[in-house]
């Protein structure tokens, strides 16, 4: 059986990236702005996107639903809640996926990081490119899955993370664990930084590893090393705690089945764009992509 080609896209990551760039407001007929809207689509309008075999669009619609909060209370309780245009924005974004062929997931108990590796999970054995920034990410490379940051270009890779950080991709989630997560508010071990941390993990060590070797005496070769010992002993119930935030869950309950692309979706969704104000400065975009019906 052939590989398949699949996008996995993190929806908020790209989204974000074109709502806080300097671009200039563009406002449909309600005074709206749709400018991020607007990108977001031209982003889409890839040609690999509608040759290749499936493209999943994950939403992140579960700040403070989602299980994690029942784990840890202040679990991302610094992240202020989405305001009315991005929320306006993005529920469009979900209608125009659909219509564009695209596999749409979202959950009140799961975020788009979970969503993600539960695809990736059911995927395995196919070629995945996940498209987002999120270091969380980085747990679910493998041979077949590679994380594209698209702010720079740089493709993540097994290879490319043991390279630079020296790190498995199954050992992200205690790294994070260990140094703490200030953009999800997850509270780290006392005196572990980046690379206090990336020592300790050396050897592929993983929790129970660094734990039994903490209790028997060996040699983690980290500077101040009795006090890092000390505070990961001391941390213990948090570590734990950490890892059951950090650790992506595989088993959400979603479906990658997607409708048949027709000259209907396309029609649509031109009412669709048309309405917004936006079918005129998509028209180049949209028209590149093979089978597009104007």
């Not at 407001?25 to 499936?54: A, C």
């Not at 992140?60 to 991005?86: C, M, Q, V």
């Not at 695809?119 to 987002?132: E, F, K, M, T, V």
Request: net charge negative; charged share 25%.
């Amino acid at each position: 059986m052939m590989m398949k080609k699949v996008h996995l896209v993190d929806v908020c990551a790209v989204f974000f990236r074109f709502y806080f760039s300097p671009a200039p407001d563009y406002l449909n007929d309600e005074g709206r702005d749709v400018s991020s809207l607007m990108s977001m689509i031209r982003w889409l309008s890839k040609k690999e996107f509608f040759t290749d075999e499936l493209v999943v669009m994950a939403f992140d619609e579960s700040l403070g639903s989602g299980f994690r909060h029942a784990i840890d209370e202040n679990y991302k309780t610094n992240r202020a809640l989405p305001t009315d245009d991005i929320i306006y924005q993005l529920t469009l974004l979900k209608s125009i996926a659909q219509f564009m062929g695209f596999v749409v997931l979202a959950s009140d108990e799961f975020e788009a990081d979970d969503l993600i590796a539960s695809a990736a999970n059911q995927l395995a054995g196919d070629s995945c490119i996940i498209y987002s920034r999120d270091k969380d990410l980085k747990q679910l490379l493998t041979n077949n899955v590679n994380l594209l940051d698209f702010t720079n270009n740089t493709c993540w890779t097994p290879e490319l993370l043991l390279s630079q950080m020296h790190l498995e991709p199954s050992q992200i989630p205690l790294y994070l664990a260990l140094v703490g997560d200030a953009s999800d508010n997850i509270q780290g071990v006392k005196g572990v930084g980046d690379k206090t941390a990336r020592l300790l993990l050396q050897g592929g060590r993983h929790w129970p590893d660094l734990f039994n070797d903490i209790k028997s005496g060996e040699h983690l070769g980290v500077r101040g090393e009795a006090r890092i010992k000390e505070n990961i002993l001391v941390s213990v119930s948090l570590i734990e705690k950490n890892l059951s935030l950090t650790r992506l869950r595989l088993d959400a309950p979603i479906s990658l089945q997607r409708e048949t692309l027709t000259d209907d979706n396309w029609q649509v969704l031109n009412a669709l764009l048309k309405q917004l104000n936006l079918q005129a400065p998509l028209k180049k975009s949209l028209g590149l992509i093979s089978g597009y019906v104007l």
